[in-house]
């Protein structure tokens, strides 16, 4: 499977600069894309094969004077423009379709110099390579200084260098991994675990351990509020509000990266402690109708599950969803007799069949593990349904050599 490894970059004045340019070239290169196909579809043509877009808007477009700067960049940045608006165009079909799961998409829009996240891709064609001193060689940008948290397990296919919307650079390497070595790296386990996510804990085990919730957001809410509220009195359009607009990314930023630490952190020592996990499907798009919203947005449940399939997948265990009108919080554990609804306020319950006192949350949590079938068997053997498959891949990452190129 294909996982991306991200790195804080620290280009100097020059390489930003080369680095903006590459951004606009880029972003160029796209719209006139989607500005072809729209036109085509306008007048009724056939939509303009890849071939001869890149033809037109890259070959031809250097040697006019209104597109000559796109040769300041590398050839590889543009082409890789080229295939994000394709495969734009082909996600707008098959959700038009009906192929492509989730909500529908839009087509393909402009991009504007504006947007908060910009990027550009370099494939293995690029000739980019990382130098015996540690730095990110990139084609007509430099060398650019790398943090290195941490050591790439494989060659990577392609570097991403992206700018977020505090400022930062980061370059996202796609690396191919080892099923065989990921094997190695995990110990044998015969656990099982259910998990009910929730919002006064986080997550509550089925071996009654209850993870509290860190809430972020909530925490950051006077920070922020100052911050924002610094940002509405700047006149628009000054240099003073571009300065505060960036002291408001910069602390949404902070509160995004200790969250996604947070879900690292657990989902790997649930992975690592057990062969079998089970959760909820939980619909979170409908919580996030409800007065509830901030604090269902706080917890970030998707990504953390997100978490939890891919490294399910890399490492062979088990991740079971059931569905999300199973009454997990209804039926007793003990007896298996559904003791009808009750209100979020109440946190313990008896069985009226027998007897047990339950605590809600960890009845819940054991009813999930029942319902995925990892419960322990007559036997003693847990029940381990097949692994789910967890697709984490990358625009034009496929099919390029993978010579050594990382230290």
């Not at 972003?27 to 037109?56: I, W």
């Not at 060659?155 to 980061?170: C, L, M, N, Y």
Request: charged content about 25%.
């Amino acid at each position: 499977m294909q996982l991306r490894y991200a790195f804080r970059v620290y280009p100097d004045a020059a390489q930003q600069a080369a680095l903006a340019r590459a951004f606009g070239c880029a972003r160029v290169v796209f719209n006139d894309a989607v500005r072809a196909r729209e036109d085509a579809r306008k007048a009724g043509r056939p939509f303009p094969t890849a071939g001869q877009l890149s033809t037109c808007l890259i070959t031809e477009a250097k040697r006019t004077p209104e597109r000559s700067w796109l040769g300041e960049v590398s050839a590889v940045v543009l082409q890789q423009s080229l295939r994000d608006a394709e495969r734009a165009y082909r996600n707008f079909f098959a959700s038009l379709k009906g192929a492509r799961k989730g909500p529908r998409m839009s087509r393909p829009r402009f991009k504007s110099r504006k947007d908060a996240r910009q990027s550009i891709r370099f494939t293995a064609n690029a000739r980019w390579n990382i130098t015996d001193s540690g730095r990110l060689n990139l084609p007509k940008i430099g060398a650019v200084k790398v943090k290195w948290s941490r050591t790439l397990p494989a060659t990577p296919t392609s570097v991403t260098v992206i700018k977020d919307a505090a400022g930062r650079f980061f370059a996202s390497f796609v690396i191919d991994t080892d099923p065989a070595a990921d094997a190695a790296r995990m110990s044998e386990t015969d656990g099982s675990i259910g998990i009910d996510l929730g919002l006064t804990h986080f997550a509550v085990l089925s071996d009654g351990t209850k993870i509290d919730s860190p809430r972020f957001l909530r925490r950051a809410e006077k920070k922020l509020k100052k911050a924002q509220q610094d940002l509405s009195r700047k006149q628009k359009g000054s240099k003073n509000r571009a300065k505060a607009r960036l002291k408001v990314a910069r602390a949404h930023a902070k509160v995004a990266d200790a969250r996604r630490e947070f879900h690292h952190q657990l989902s790997t020592k649930l992975i690592t402690e057990n062969q079998g996990i089970a959760v909820e499907d939980l619909s979170v798009a409908a919580l996030a109708r409800t007065r509830l919203a901030k604090s269902v947005h706080d917890a970030g449940w998707s990504s953390f599950i997100s978490m939890l399939q891919y490294k399910a997948e890399r490492y062979g265990r088990t991740l079971v969803k059931i569905g999300r009108f199973e009454s997990t919080s209804q039926t007793c554990s003990t007896c298996g007799i559904k003791d009808g609804p009750k209100p979020l306020n109440v946190r313990e319950w008896t069985c009226s069949a027998c007897g047990t006192v339950h605590d809600r949350d960890t009845n819940a949590a054991i009813n999930v593990k029942t319902a995925a079938g990892l419960a322990v068997t007559a036997c003693g053997a847990p029940v381990r349904p097949g692994a789910i498959p967890a697709q984490r891949e990358e625009t034009g990452s496929h099919g390029f050599p993978t010579q050594p190129r990382a230290a």
